[in-house]
């Protein structure tokens, strides 16, 4: 074989070789992902756990930075057991900074892959459409997502390193001809009765009970109807007792009329008898 072509047949071997190497390296990169990344978000709330896959690294620290829109969902979380020591900050509107860090001392970092936190997300009443939930990190900012080596080095430093990070897309629960299948509760809010539960009614934007719309649960008292019908007590009705009282009353002048007519019949025969 020519040696031209040994020489070329071999650089094509090292080049694909190479390319092989370096597609399974980006596959293999360390990185955070949002699990499940796709679903459907429910009522009360749907968990997506923050993970991560230090690939072959050793982490000594991981913060991760998730956005979304706080007009759409509410996101809280729970810490995970991937690192020994987690930590949340939710001062900023539509973000929490999850972070994670080995107990001080320990000179072996965390490997493999494992949950940093579990999030709750849950949708805003009203919400339509999708809600992404991100993962922000920059190669322009230090201060995003980040994942730390024992040597201090940050595994998410480059653009391209940053776009192996797995974020989350999620959509609302929806019905025809409704945004949403929520059905508003007992002083819950609410812009029309059509979307408060079953015997209310929407009063000044809250599902009220219609009897009494002034109380906040729902259930009625004398008082309570009395003042949604705008007075202090409601009208006096009859007891029991008084009822009782007026039917004895009435049966024992009913007894007596019969007793003075039968008498009064006798008294009357009595006189013509004599005469």
């Known amino acids: 074989m020519p040696t ?3 020489r070329t047949l071999l650089l094509i071997g090292i080049f694909l070789l190479a390319g092989h190497y370096s597609v399974t390296a980006a596959q293999a990169a360390a990185h955070f992902a949002l699990s499940p990344a796709s679903g459907t978000l429910q009522t009360a709330g749907t968990s997506v756990a923050v993970t991560i896959d230090a690939d072959s690294n050793q982490l ?4 991760a930075v998730v956005t979304y829109d706080a007009a759409k969902v509410t996101v809280t979380s729970v810490n995970g057991t991937y690192f020994p020591t987690v930590t949340t900050d939710t001062t900023k ?5 999850i972070s994670g860090t080995l107990t001080i001392g320990d000179t072996v970092g965390v490997t493999g892959t494992g949950t940093l936190a579990t999030l709750t997300v849950k949708p805003v009443t009203g919400a339509t459409g999708t809600v992404a939930v991100a993962l922000r ?6 201060d995003d997502s980040n994942l730390i080596t024992l040597v201090g080095a940050n595994l998410l430093a480059t653009t ?8 989350g897309s999620y959509t609302f629960t929806t019905t025809s001809g ?11 809010d609410c812009s029309a009765t059509v979307s408060c539960a079953t015997g209310l009614s929407c009063v000044s934007g809250k599902c009220r009970n219609p009897s009494c719309n002034t109380t906040t ?5 004398g008082e309570s109807i009395a003042a949604a019908q705008g007075a202090s007590t409601l009208p006096a009705t009859g007891s029991v007792g008084q009822t009782v009282f007026l039917i004895g009353t009435g049966v024992l002048s009913l007894i007596s009329s019969i007793f003075l007519l039968t008498h009064a019949k006798r008294f009357g025969d009595s006189l013509f008898r004599q005469e």
């Open 217 to 221: 649960n729902c259930s009625c008292t």
């Open 4 to 6: 031209l072509l040994k």
């Open 178 to 188: 409704s945004s949403s299948t929520t059905t508003a509760q007992c002083n819950q």
């Open 93 to 97: 509107t539509g973000e929490i900074v």
């Open 60 to 63: 000594k620290s991981a913060s």
């Open 137 to 142: 990190c920059s190669e322009t900012s230090s």
């Open 160 to 167: 391209t390193q940053c776009s192996a990070n797995i974020p």
